[in-house]
T-cell receptor, first 117, second 112 residues
Framework: AQKVTQAQTEISVVEKEDVTLDCVYE???????LFWYKQPPSGELVFLIR??????QNEISGRYSWNFQKSTSSFNFTITASQVVDSAVYFC??????????????FGRGTSLIVHP | DAGVTQSPTHLIKTRGQQVTLRCSPK?????VSWYQQALGQGPQFIFQ???????QRGNFPDRFSGHQFPNYSSELNVNALLLGDSALYLC???????????FGSGTRLTVV
């Protein structure tokens, strides 16, 4: 079973539109971490946010905001007033504790966001 | 402050050959993880090295092996290359007790 589901394969918007990227996760752990990464064409995964399972407070960073809801196992990402530079593939990831205590991120398949001028 | 450095950036190999990819972690990081990202897919965890030992391993065959050196840099070796090994290989570094991963730009491996 997929632990992180990003149902939207590709989203296309026009600049200045708001867009929400969905992420649904699956875990039995009570302690876990959720992440969002951005992958531009250069290939490097750029860290955007980390949220632990005990902190359901939503977060806003500039045009970016994240909505974490444990009740629906979702961690959605919204970009307000999108810009062409936001075009990239966005990955949601889940880290659960493994043997030895390490946390290894498991990634979803990603959502490709295309922002047209 | 240099981030994660990977080399080479691109590589073309023939089926059956062996390949070695290299990674230098971000300054101050002591843990290195390797991921394989096939085209159109999310990164898949291969293994993680800490204190020069493989600490965690994903669902990859023994053809995939690695090494971590005393300076925390790491190598990923793949033997008997298959066409399906063609992918972007990403290295990520972290500090053992910190869950923040820093990724490199990856090595694009093409097997022909």
């Amino acid at each position: 079973a997929q632990k992180v589901t990003q149902a939207q394969t590709e989203i296309s918007v026009v600049e200045k539109e708001d867009v929400t990227l969905d992420c649904v996760y699956e875990t039995r752990d009570t302690t876990y971490y959720l992440f969002w990464y951005k992958q531009p064409p250069s290939g490097e995964l750029v860290f955007l946010i980390r949220r632990n399972s005990f902190d359901e407070q939503n977060e806003i960073s500039g045009r970016y905001s994240w909505n974490f809801q444990k009740s629906t196992s979702s961690f959605n990402f919204t970009i307000t007033a999108s810009q062409v530079v936001d075009s990239a593939v966005y990955f949601c990831a889940l880290s659960e504790a493994r043997s030895g205590g390490s946390y290894i991120p498991t990634f979803g398949r990603g959502t490709s966001l295309i922002v047209h001028p | 402050d240099a981030g994660v450095t990977q080399s080479p950036t691109h590589l073309i190999k023939t089926r059956g050959q062996q390949v070695t990819l290299r990674c230098s972690p971000k300054s101050g990081h002591d843990t290195v993880s390797w991921y394989q990202q096939a085209l159109g897919q999310g990164p898949q965890f291969i293994f993680q090295y800490y204190e020069e030992e493989e600490r965690q391993r994903g669902n990859f065959p023994d053809r995939f092996s690695g090494h971590q050196f005393p300076n925390y840099s790491s190598e990923l070796n793949v033997n008997a290359l298959l066409l399906g090994d063609s992918a972007l290989y990403l290295c990520a570094s972290s500090l053992r007790e910190n869950y923040g991963y820093t990724f490199g730009s990856g090595t694009r491996l093409t097997v022909v």
